[in-house]
């Protein structure tokens, strides 16, 4: 008996001195080790124990070597056990910080990734608007950057393929950026219609209405039999898109962030109205938060309710309502709160110029997606320039004479020319024009493409348009980015020619419209 317990602690001993020595396959031996123990006790328990019942050679000592045998293995047992379970613990706590830290240092850096890239296109935006100032060139200062960096990219793409392929992964966190709140830089201009349209007589604001309608349906049927008509012809055959890239959607974090700005900054500009130095300024947090906000809300209403109540007009009414809210408890009223919202002075600016600030930056980033499409556009280039081209003008002599036709005021009819040209252009078009409402303009062009949002696919339908190339070139020809917006979210086969179209439509309309005899001879159709 003394002999068994002697040897006992030797084992022990022995058993430890190997578990410390393979830490990291210690579950293993564990593992194996129990499955041995319940598969098979006795005969593992006569066999440790053979020894120790030979040297004392009596029945008694055999019981008592055979339950020893027993009470030490399951005295081995627990101990691995307990150990097992504190290294597992041990390791799995490392396993989790590692993963919590290497989480942490990738969003860090995907948030200064995304900080250098936006920066540097908005950086360029602002450099080529400084020069194009001081040069006094009247041409779209970004129109011309866009040119500029597709143009370097293609150049790069022959040469050195792999820096073109490297500036597309480095730029892309900035794409993904402008594509996910694209909608939200052209709400300042809905947002302040109704000082837009006071100085509109009803009569008017009718005409506008039926122009805007009757246009839109006409431009998107112009485009889209041009573009039948000419596939028939050169009897192209379809071949699939580059991937594109989608943002991710909008998160509750988000939302509720979004909301505690909006709920602290509002109760800070009632107690100090000029708390940063002028009311435009204490008044952009909590109206840019508002603005946000209500895209958020409205992007994720359900898909049916988005048909008739878009979420670009969720997010225009939340900031309407926040403003009208303001004026009531300050009593200031709506119209300077709405002032205030879209200064157009970049010394006090407002929550809209900080939005519409990102206008020339979108146009900048279409030089990206045309050179991610580039094959497309080779391979369909007869369709795509031909339908786009046609559609352009048709939209604006249409426009200038339907408006002469119908009564407009000259300088009404001058501010609504560019209806089927996404904002950013539109407003670089008008510019070229003496007298033109530029609000009304980009007041217009968003509406123009919130019919085309809501009606575009069952127009679509209805004018049995059954081509990709026919439904994207038509919807983009017709109500540019927001129509492009609500078409590919329920048809990706039209996107590419969505995104192609969007881009060539407002700029073969910045072309044509910065040549002088094109602006003069619209004026002479307009009448004035």
Not at 321 to 336: H, T
Not at 432 to 461: H, K, P, R, Y
Request: with cysteine; net charge positive; charged share 10%.
């Amino acid at each position: 008996m003394s002999t068994f317990f002697s040897a006992a602690p030797n084992n022990i001993h022995s058993c430890f001195r190997s578990h410390h020595n393979s830490l990291f396959f210690f579950p293993t031996c564990v593992t194996s080790s129990v499955s041995k123990y319940q598969g098979s006790h006795q005969r593992s328990s006569s066999v440790t124990f053979k020894s120790v019942r030979s040297k004392h050679n009596r029945t008694s000592s055999q019981n008592t070597t055979v339950f020893g045998g027993l009470n030490s293995s399951r005295f081995l047992h627990t101990g691995f056990e307990k150990a097992c379970s504190k290294r597992q613990s041990l390791i799995m706590s490392s396993g989790s910080h590692s993963a919590s830290t290497a989480t942490l240092s990738q969003n860090v850096v995907g948030v200064l990734h995304l900080v250098v890239s936006l920066g540097i296109i908005l950086a360029i935006d602002n450099f080529l608007k400084k020069a194009f100032v001081a040069a006094a060139i009247k041409f779209p200062s970004a129109l011309f950057g866009m040119f500029c960096i597709f143009s370097i990219l293609i150049v790069l793409d022959v040469t050195v393929p792999s820096v073109a392929t490297s500036l597309m992964k480095f730029f892309q966190p900035a794409l993904l950026f402008i594509q996910r709140w694209l909608p939200l830089f052209y709400v300042p201009s809905l947002v302040v219609l109704p000082l837009s349209v006071k100085s509109i007589p009803p009569a008017s604001g009718i005409k506008i209405c039926f122009i805007i309608v009757g246009g839109w349906l006409a431009s998107l049927a112009v485009a889209g039999y041009t573009a039948i008509a000419v596939r028939k012809l050169v009897k192209t055959e379809m071949t699939d898109a580059e991937p594109m890239a989608k943002p991710s959607p909008f998160s509750s974090l988000e939302a509720w962030s979004w909301s505690g700005i909006l709920l602290i900054s509002f109760v800070g500009a009632l107690v100090n109205p000029t708390a940063l130095g002028t009311s435009a300024r204490t008044c952009l947090p909590f109206l840019l938060a508002s603005t946000v906000l209500g895209y958020i809300v409205g992007s994720g209403l359900p898909s049916e309710v988005k048909k008739v109540f878009h979420p670009i007009i969720c997010c225009a009414l939340s900031a309407d309502l926040a403003a009208l809210a303001y004026g009531y408890f300050s009593k200031s009223g709506l119209d300077p709160v709405l002032a205030s919202y879209l200064t157009k002075v970049s010394s006090n600016p407002g929550a809209g110029d900080i939005l519409m600030g990102f206008l020339g930056s979108v146009i900048l980033s279409f030089a990206f997606s045309m050179f991610q499409q580039r094959k497309l556009v080779k391979r369909h280039a007869a369709e795509i320039f031909t339908s786009v081209i046609l559609s352009c003008i048709f939209s604006l002599y249409s426009t200038a004479l339907i408006g002469r036709l119908v009564g407009l005021e000259s300088n009404l009819t001058v501010s609504i020319l560019p209806r089927c040209i996404t904002v950013a252009l539109a407003l670089s078009i008008v510019s070229l024009f003496e007298g033109a409402n530029s609000s009304l303009t980009a007041a217009v062009v968003v509406v123009t493409g919130l019919v085309g949002a809501n009606f575009v696919q069952a127009t679509l339908d209805k004018l049995q348009f059954r081509d990709p190339i026919a439904r994207g070139i038509a919807t983009a020809s017709s109500a540019h980015g927001l129509g492009t917006a609500a078409l590919s979210a329920k048809e990706p086969e039209a996107l590419p020619f969505c995104a192609i179209a969007y881009a060539l439509n407002g700029i073969f309309g910045s072309l044509i419209c910065s040549i002088p005899a094109v602006r003069q001879s619209l004026l002479a159709v307009i009448g004035s």
